[in-house]
């Protein structure tokens, strides 16, 4: 399981790039980490909350308005939810599925750690 200090790793980045794939897209931090998510996520840009899922490449452009912002802070919360804030005090939340598959996989440059909930 992925801890605080491998989260702390990923500090100082920017999100650099979105990889839109068929079943799965990937927020790609400079070239220290990058995170595939494969479940839904939640967008909060100036109060405004909006879902997308990283298996429907027609919700990829909601990633689009994070890319080359700098990241303040990653969290992982006990139900598995990834939260990545923006220094411009946007949100992005990685909310994964209770199915015993990966919902999302985090990659640094120590580890990889794919995220299952049961």
């Not at 598995?80 to 985090?106: A, C, R």
């Amino acid at each position: 399981m992925i801890n605080d200090s491998d989260l702390a790793e990923m500090i100082p980045s920017a999100l650099t790039g979105v990889t839109v794939g068929i079943g799965s897209q990937i927020l790609l931090f400079g070239d220290m980490a990058s995170v595939l998510i494969q479940c839904p996520f939640a967008c909060d840009i100036n109060r405004v909350c909006k879902w997308g899922h990283g298996e429907d490449a027609a919700t990829s452009p909601l990633l689009f308005d994070f890319l080359n912002h700098d990241v303040e802070a990653f969290s992982i919360d006990s139900f598995g939810v990834f939260t990545i804030t923006f220094s411009t005090q946007m949100i992005l939340q990685i909310h994964p599925e209770k199915n015993g598959l990966e919902s999302y996989v985090v990659s640094t440059r120590h580890d990889i750690f794919p995220i299952l909930v049961w």
